[in-house]
């Protein structure tokens, strides 16, 4: 007997029926963080509702409010996109290092989100650009910010039944370079020890990190250093990253080296976008 | 909710209707019910891309992927590339520089460069790293692997483009 | 030596189009017959009684038509220390022991009834550190070594954990070490590895209604299966048939007999079903051989002049839970414990020490990885002292032509001066290109660590129409034996490659080859081949010189044809004397013509008990490996710029095989150096899968430039030696020897992950370098 039923829906109406039937019943978008989880017992599932035909899912479109990237839409066709290419470029290079080419045809932004790891390569830029996510359940829609939607690792605001839609990149888009910088132990095909996005808005700077705390975290005191106080010595700006995450040992790395690892990583992403 | 799936898919060129089981994989299901065993498994995680293969065009880790997913979808697998017996120039270039030893890999990392060929006809080294980085070759066979790609670029005077 | 024809050129691999088409048949690619489906229930504890085990519950899972238990199937097997059970019986001692194993319809069948087996353990004390295990209130793994059968090379202590106590006593190492201007005692580490093939352990076993046995098996070993089962099962060898089909990498992990006998006690209760087990990634990692961890300790003591006078050598392994075949490489390590060196004076401790975590075995290298480590190690660590280049300190002790081993073996036809040179011009020794950049060296060498009367046989057939067949017993795991073997055959007869076929072993039907292990095979199954080629010739020789009228010492064959050396117009077609040779007369004169070989060295002989010394080499391969690397001093991150690699293949049978080879152990070596360590907690693996496990992409592959020697070996068929292990072994010291020369820092184990190195930069400007065990 198959563990699980499956089914493919071509509107939103219905996947919010399927996943209303079954409470064990989940999204399937990517599935690349799904069949994952399934087959090391992490999820114990009753249904995969697939949403990547949902025709609203699929949108990608820049627009008067910013650039919408529809839930199923795959990391690789994110990464081409034109306009984020050209107005967050950032998105681009942190949704890039996720994965493999063969795993980014599949996975898709929302699935990153969703699944909520501490160490979501995607997360850190959103946190920067303040995305905002689009969920919608069966009565009702709401909106929120990026910074909102994670709750623990593995947890977000999410309630049984409800979908993300989409994710937002408002405008105005960040005047300024943004980079993210990963560290991890092959610098190919890896999980971050640290993930640190820095992107510049005009003379301030945001910055965020994964896998130092558990959700994404935004470097609030490094931030306030630079836009508060004018600090300009980057590596006491950065020296600040300690106050603001709390990582743990694993065995991608210690919680000693991740503190060092955040800090270089945030001193040479300023020197990177606060510098010529 | 029904756990079987009624699937239409194209396998190699051929059109095919089956009832499959809504947790079976799509690399089991290449494997067992279609008999294709050129596939491989190596991880069933995603990792080693051992299970390539190209769905609509697209490279998949077929590990991770239900075959009822692969409703709609055209599948090309290893089996699929060679033509009324003659190879495929990426199968030929493979064998030209050596480019295995054990060749559990190689099916997974033809397809992948396969498809790399197709969107990108003139790769670069750099480009070559990053469409085949999601195949590990335990034997080691990558300087080997990215020559044999390099000489299907269109760049290159080798490269036999039909 | 005459010019060669086939040997030395590059044919495409025999087994080319079948890999590259999907067509090439794996274990698990093949419907063998009515099959059943296997999975192992595994302890979860590392040392445990087993008090309780309840399979009533699986036995009745829909599904389920067999199970079995340890206490059933209680016969042991092992290669030279027979310790070892298919199954945990009364005790377990590693985290992922199978203790039971179910049979089903599918496979689904067999997970879900697996998980219906109660087993309920008292746990015992445990040891997960061999050094520990050798105090004398270490917990026991094994309470009555005494009993356990063993070959006589190998010196276990009962009452202790230590399952083979190697000793090497050369020269007088007291002696040596007051001739010594310096004296530098450092303590090694080596981690325990994987050899994760792409393909994992699979399996599969038939016992037939009238009594045989027939196993599948992705064994690189199965004339050793074979024998191995037999012995286990008490059943004689002719009941017995072992296949190996092509081998998704072996690499040392498929050595020996691994898990065939989880499959054998379902058969039997199951005649006349295919029963099959197929490895996950994770029981792969956790339940299969791993690399034994080393704990070294070396003492060297060194002239100013920079001659090596004296080495003091304790190591102390990892085995593992068991270790029949692990107590081999303690002792290859023990007798080859002077690397490539010639060092008059040794005193050498090898010990191979039972702990609760996975099973040590042999893996690419054979200890010599693990051993040769600490020595290439030191050398950089005594040139910094002696203010000498750490090439030179090589060229002044590195092993010449009479050169004797640690086992006081001598050595000829050597060049590896000449491995060290080359590849250090290849990466521009010498010159330093910037602040964090760096450059090492290393040299390596190894000899095949098999029993001194390891044989290899083949036989020839000559088909109707001339063409050939080749049977060996050999496996195909990517090394390129088809292809090497067909050239071999090729020479010896004079007949082109294509004409030549052979297959994948089949022990009922390829004769007896001891192991495809050790970088032996195409060494002794290319002599072995010869041999059978010479009988071939002789026959057809014999037969055309009845047909020429001229004498069979005068004839030559070419491809298709005998001729007579003095007048090539006399001449007959090869298939007029294959097929069945008959006079114009009608009279039959011969049958099919089929040759043998049969092939044992005959210069190896076994090593003093106390002393170590003998000849137990076969052939010594020499090599070494240059790197440059450039680390970013705040990440520790370690980037390889270039790698050059050096191997002196004797003849390579085929220079780009050959060159694969080289750069596929190349790429070996530096992810051991980066980034491979199976992390354990109590035992149990950590990191089973490539999410943690981390192997290089080929976006982590610098540039190789390989070089590859032909000094020939006097005795090798065409003067070849084997090459398959060796470009490993000197990468992981060449890399940590450049990371040195770039940081200063000294890496005294690997691999060498960013935070390691941070962390031993910021040792090292704390006044506390050197980067901790
Ligand atoms: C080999 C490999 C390497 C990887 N490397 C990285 C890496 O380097 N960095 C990294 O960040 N990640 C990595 N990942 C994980 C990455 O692929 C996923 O996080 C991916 O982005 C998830 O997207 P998906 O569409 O596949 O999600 P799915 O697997 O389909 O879903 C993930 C979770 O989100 C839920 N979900 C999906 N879509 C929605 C939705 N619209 N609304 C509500 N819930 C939803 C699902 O129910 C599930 O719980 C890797 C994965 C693999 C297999
Ligand atoms: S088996 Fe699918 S990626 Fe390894
Ligand atoms: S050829 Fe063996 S894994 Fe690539």
């Known amino acids: ?276 | 909710m029904s756990k079987n799936v009624t699937i239409n898919f194209s396998v190699n060129g051929e059109r095919e209707t089956r009832v499959v089981e809504a947790d079976l994989s799509l690399l089991t299901f290449i494997r067992e019910q279609l008999n294709l065993t050129g596939t491989k498994e190596g991880c069933a995680v995603g990792e080693c891309g051992a299970c390539i293969v190209l769905l609509d065009g697209n490279p998949a880790n077929s590990c991770l992927v239900l075959a009822a997913e692969l409703d709609g979808k055209e599948l090309l697998t290893i089996e699929g590339l060679a033509r009324n017996g003659e190879l495929d120039r990426v199968q030929k270039a493979f064998i030209d520089h050596a480019a295995f030893q054990c060749g559990y890999c190689t099916p997974g990392m033809i397809m992948s460069a396969r498809a790399l060929l197709e969107r990108n006809p003139s790769p670069t080294d750099a480009d070559i790293d990053e469409a085949l980085s999601g195949n590990l070759c335990r034997c080691g066979a990558y300087q080997e692997i990215r020559e044999a790609v390099k000489s299907c670029s269109r760049h290159n005077g080798e490269g036999r483009i039909e | 030596m005459p010019a060669l024809n086939y040997v030395g050129i590059s044919v495409p691999r025999k087994d080319a189009v079948e890999k590259v088409t999907g067509g090439a048949k794996f274990l698990e690619d093949l419907y063998i017959g009515p099959m059943l489906y296997a999975r192992i229930k595994k302890s979860t504890v590392a040392h445990g009684r087993i008090k309780r085990i309840d399979t009533s519950k699986a036995e009745k899972h829909p599904g389920v038509k067999a199970v079995v238990t340890g206490r059933e199937f209680p016969n042991k097997v092992g290669l030279y220390l027979i310790d070892r059970t298919f199954f945990a019986v009364g005790k377990v001692r590693y985290w992922g022991e199978p203790v039971a194993a179910v049979a089903a319809v599918s496979e689904k069948s067999a997970a879900e009834a697996v998980e219906l087996i109660e087993v309920e353990y008292e746990e015992l004390p445990a040891v997960f550190d061999p050094r520990e295990a050798l105090q004398k209130e270490a917990p026991l793994v094994h309470e009555h070594l005494e009993t356990y059968e063993r070959v006589p090379v190998f010196y276990p202590t009962p009452g202790t954990n230590i399952s083979n106590h190697f000793k090497l006593r050369k020269g007088d190492t007291e002696k040596g070490f007051a001739e010594a201007d310096l004296i530098l005692e450092r303590e090694y580490h080596v981690p325990q590895m994987q050899h994760v093939t792409i393909e994992t352990h699979k399996a599969a076993a038939l016992w037939s209604h009238d009594g045989k046995l027939t196993v599948w098996s992705t064994a690189q070993s199965p004339s050793i299966v074979r024998q191995l089962l037999a012995k286990s099962l008490d059943l004689p060898l002719g009941r017995v048939r072992v296949i190996s089909n092509y081998i998704g990498g072996g690499f040392g992990g498929k050595a020996g007999a691994t898990m065939e006998g989880l499959v054998i006690p379902l058969a039997q209760k199951c005649p006349g079903y295919v029963v099959r087990i197929v490895f996950t990634r994770e029981e792969d990692v956790q339940g299969t051989f791993t690399r034994q961890a080393l704990y070294a300790r070396l003492k060297t003591g060194v002239r100013k002049d920079g001659r090596i006078t004296a080495l003091q050598y304790e190591m102390i392994w990892d085995g593992g839970a068991y270790t029949e075949y692990g107590v081999n490489i303690v002792r290859a390590a023990g007798y080859s414990s002077t690397g490539a060196y010639d060092i008059p004076n040794v005193k050498t401790d090898s010990y191979c020490v039972y702990t609760n975590n996975p099973v040590g075995g042999p893996v690419r290298g054979f200890g010599m990885c693990e051993m040769q480590w600490g020595i290439e190690r030191q050398i950089d660590e005594i040139a910094r002292e002696l203010k000498m280049d750490p090439l030179q300190l090589r060229l002044i002790n590195g092993m010449k032509e009479g050169s004797r081993t640690a086992s006081g073996q001598a050595v000829a036809h050597v060049a590896f001066d000449q491995c060290l040179q080359t590849v250090a011009e290849a990466i521009q020794w010498g010159r330093k290109e910037g602040r964090y950049r760096g450059k090492g060296i290393a040299g390596l060498v190894k000899a095949p660590a098999q029993p001194s009367n390891a044989a290899s046989s083949a036989i020839i057939r000559i088909n109707e129409d001339g063409t050939v067949h080749v049977l060996m017993g050999a496996t195909e795991m990517g090394q390129g034996m088809l292809t090497a073997i067909s050239q071999i055959a090729a020479e010896a007869l004079n007949i082109p490659v294509e004409k030549i076929e052979i297959r994948v072993p089949d022990t009922d039907f390829s004769p007896y080859e001891w192991q495809s292990v050790g970088s032996r095979t195409t060494y002794t199954c290319g002599k072995a081949v010869q041999m059978a080629a010479r009988d071939v010739l002789e026959q057809i020789y014999r037969l055309a010189s009845l047909e020429l009228g001229k004498p069979a010492g005068e004839m030559k064959l070419d491809n298709d044809t005998v001729y007579w050396l003095k007048d090539k117009s006399k001449q007959v077609p090869l298939k007029k004397l294959a097929d069945s040779y008959k006079k114009d007369t009608g009279e039959g004169v011969s049958g099919p013509i089929i040759g043998r070989g049969s092939y044992v060295p005959t210069k190896m002989s076994n090593l003093d008990p106390e002393t170590g010394q003998g000849n137990p080499g076969l052939f010594y391969c020499f090599g070494a490996t240059a790197a440059e690397v450039e680390v970013d001093p705040e990440t520790g991150t370690v980037k390889i710029l270039q790698l050059a690699a050096s191997i002196d293949a004797g003849q390579a049978v085929n220079p780009q095989l050959c060159r694969v080879q080289v750069h596929g152990g190349t790429i070996m070596g530096l992810s051991t150096a980066l980034y491979e360590e199976i992390q354990l907690d109590r035992g149990r693996v950590l990191n089973p899968n490539f999410t943690d496990y981390k192997i290089p992409t080929i976006a982590n592959t610098p540039p190789i430039s390989s070089f590859i020697l032909e000094t020939a070996e006097a005795d090798g068929p065409y003067g070849l030696r084997g090459i398959g292990e060796q470009p490993m072994i000197s990468v992981a010291p060449a890399i940590a020897n450049a990371v040195a020369d770039a940081v200063g820092i000294d890496p005294r184990t690997f691999p060498l992950t960013p935070e390691r190195v941070y962390k031993a930069i910021k040792e090292k400007e704390a006044g506390t370098h050197s980067i901790p065990g």
């Open chain 1, 1 to 276: 007997m198959p563990s699980f039923a499956y089914r493919k829906c071509t509107n939103l109406a219905e996947a919010f029926k399927l996943l209303k039937e079954d409470d064990r019943a989940v999204p399937l978008a990517g599935g690349t963080d799904l069949t994952v989880g399934i087959r090391g017992g992490k999820f114990r599932v009753g249904a995969l509702i697939d949403i990547k035909d949902i025709p609203e899912l699929n949108i990608l479109l820049a627009d008067r409010d910013g650039i919408t990237i529809g839930a199923a839409v795959s990391l690789n066709r994110i990464i081409s996109f034109g306009p984020i290419r050209e107005n967050v470029p950032i998105l681009a290079e942190a949704c890039h290092c996720i994965g493999t080419y063969s795993v980014r045809n599949r996975a898709t932004l929302s699935g990153n989100i969703c699944n909520a790891s501490p160490a979501a390569d995607a997360a850190p830029p959103l946190y920067c650009l303040e995305a905002r996510v689009n969920i919608a359940g069966p009565r009702k829609k709401r909106t929120v910010s990026i910074e909102a939607f994670f709750t623990g690792p593995g947890q977000t605001v999410l309630q049984q039944g409800e979908l993300v839609t989409s994710v937002l990149i408002p405008r105005p888009y960040p005047a300024g370079k943004g980079v993210y910088l990963k560290g991890s132990r092959t610098g190919s095909v890896d999980l971050a020890t640290v993930g640190v996005a820095v992107q510049r808005r005009g003379n301030e700077v945001r910055i965020a990190l994964g896998a130092v705390a558990p959700t994404p975290v935004r470097a609030g005191s490094v931030e306030n250093a630079v836009n508060k106080n004018g600090e300009t010595d980057w590596a006491a700006a950065a020296r600040l990253v300690r106050d603001d995450i709390s990582p743990i040992t694993d065995l991608r790395g210690s919680r000693e080296y991740r503190y060092h690892l955040a800090e270089v990583l945030v001193r040479r992403g300023l020197e990177q976008v606060m510098e010529g």
